[in-house]
């Protein structure tokens, strides 16, 4: 898509307009405790998660979209009127437990020195209400668009993608979008996401600890040992991480979770690891699988991404490769996009989450722009 400097630079001093009433949005939200809970009939993942879905979608609506909630699972706010074919941001307001360590109460809302510090300021409720804000630029501009815009707000993102699966039975999926739920620059390829158990029996200990000492605990993560270290020259090397210990009536059971390489498929991952597992007489089951995301480099919705972020940062926002899992795993046509920059590690699901609201409005910058572009592809 050609650059237009003077309209960019509207779109990036309409953002700017609405700095104050963003940060003002988004510590409305952070303070809302929405790790899941008990189901109940109209709260399905929790009094707290609904909660921060509803405060979401009212946000939305004092912006002046129209919003559409699906049965307190999922919402959205939405940009434009089309009958099929939209352009989205999806983020999520469910949050990770707060856990221990935090300076000042975790829904709190502190700030200090221009830092937010709360659970969900960078995962996700900061960067999907930047979307959202980024949307309501173009909406001031009155910016006309090929397709309708919506910024999806998710509700069960960090335990198992209920919300997303309820609303691909509602919804079309969109035709291109991104989730702000990542790293910058764009996010061409997502590495496929497995977990995988070993069973082994109760009164037959031995062989078991012996596999998951062997295989596991005493060797590298790459899965070496297993013949599974699987390699490629944009994603790396196959990662295992997140072990667990459990047991059942007869069983023990050890589950790992597998960040594999673009260009290798689950089945070649579960061929070799039954070759090990059926030596020790154990067994192994695959209890999820999302196959790698792969989009080309050079595709318009990646180029349009890309450009968006360039002209904000004037950083080089060649596209990269993650071993992270977003929602770009369950939903067509979308790939991940920001929200931290190069450098930024180790934020999200940590005492003290942070973000700036310098990255902030930043990332609303960006991403006004890169709606803007999603919409007139």
Known sequence: MGLNLGLDQSIIEAVDSFKDEMIQSILELVRIDSVEGEASEDAPFGHGVKQALLRALDIGGRLGFDTVNLDNRIGYAQYGRGEDSYVCAIGHVDVVPAGEGWKQPPFSGYMENGTIYSRGVLDNKGPVLACLYGLAALKKLGLTLKHPVRI??????????????????????????????????????????????????????????????????????????????????????????????????????????????????????????????????????????????????????????????????????????????????????????????????????????????EDLISNARIYALALYRLGQL
């Open 152 to 357: 999806i707000f998710g509700c069960d993102e960090e335990t198992g993608f209920e919300d997303l699966k309820y609303y691909l039975t509602k919804e079309n999926p969109p035709i291109y979008g991104f989730t702000p739920d990542c790293k910058y620059p764009v996010v061409y390829s997502e590495r496929g996401r497995a977990v995988v158990r070993i069973l082994g029996k109760k009164d037959s200990l031995q062989p078991f600890f012996k596999f998951v000492n062997q295989y596991f605990i005493g060797a590298k993560n790459t899965g070496d040992r297993l013949g599974i270290d699987f390699f490629h020259e944009e994603y790396g090397t196959m990662e295992m991480r997140g072990y667990k210990l459990g047991c059942a009536d007869e069983t023990v059971s050890f589950d790992v979770t597998l960040s594999y390489p673009g260009g290798f498929s689950i089945g070649q991952v579960m061929e070799k690891i039954g070759e090990k597992v059926s030596d020790s007489g154990l067994h192994t089951e695959l209890l999820t699988n999302y196959d790698p995301v792969i989009f080309e480099k050079d595709s318009p919705m990646v180029k349009a991404l890309q450009e968006s972020y360039e002209i904000v940062t004037g950083r080089d926002g060649t596209p990269v490769t993650t071993t992270g899992g977003t929602y770009a795993k369950g939903m067509p046509g979308i790939v991940p996009f920001g929200p931290s920059f190069p450098g930024q590690k180790g934020i999200g699901h940590n005492p003290n989450e942070w973000m700036t609201v």
